[in-house]
């Protein structure tokens, strides 16, 4: 059974920086391209980052480019978002996500199969 976990989220004020962490288990996620995605109240989920099995390949929206960095760890099984000059705005949510039906634009655009259970970030201004 896939399990993802999520970790890290809490209150910063905009401008700071925090991280995410997902860990993975219940089946080999070498091959597998894991993302984040975030919902904020009264939005519909979005996408946020995406990270290729390898790691050599990585997507993000244009709304976090430039402030996120999404990273995998050796073992594959687990994934990091370093999110650095927040802003209120990205006050929500945020789920851990994988699949190994495609790539990182496959990811962005098809709900992925497994999700975590979501950890809040919240951002004051």
């Known amino acids: 059974q896939v399990q993802l976990v999520e970790s890290g989220g809490g209150l910063v004020q905009a401008g700071g920086s925090l991280r995410l962490s997902c860990a993975a288990s219940g089946r080999t996620f070498s091959s597998a391209t894991m993302g984040w995605f975030r919902q904020a109240p009264g939005k519909e989920r979005e996408f946020v980052a995406a990270?290729?099995?390898?790691?050599?390949?990585?997507d993000y929206a244009d709304s976090v480019k430039g402030r996120f960095t999404i990273s995998r760890g050796n073992a594959k099984n687990t994934m990091s978002l370093q999110m650095n000059s927040l802003k209120p705005e990205d006050t929500a949510v945020y789920y851990c996500?994988?699949?190994?039906?495609?790539?990182?634009?496959?990811?962005?655009?098809?709900?992925?199969?497994?999700w975590g259970q979501g950890t809040q970030v919240t951002v004051s201004s």
């Open positions: 996500a994988a699949d190994w039906l495609g790539g990182v634009t496959a990811l962005r655009i098809t709900p992925p199969r497994y």
């Open positions: 990270i290729s099995w390898s790691g050599g390949s990585t």
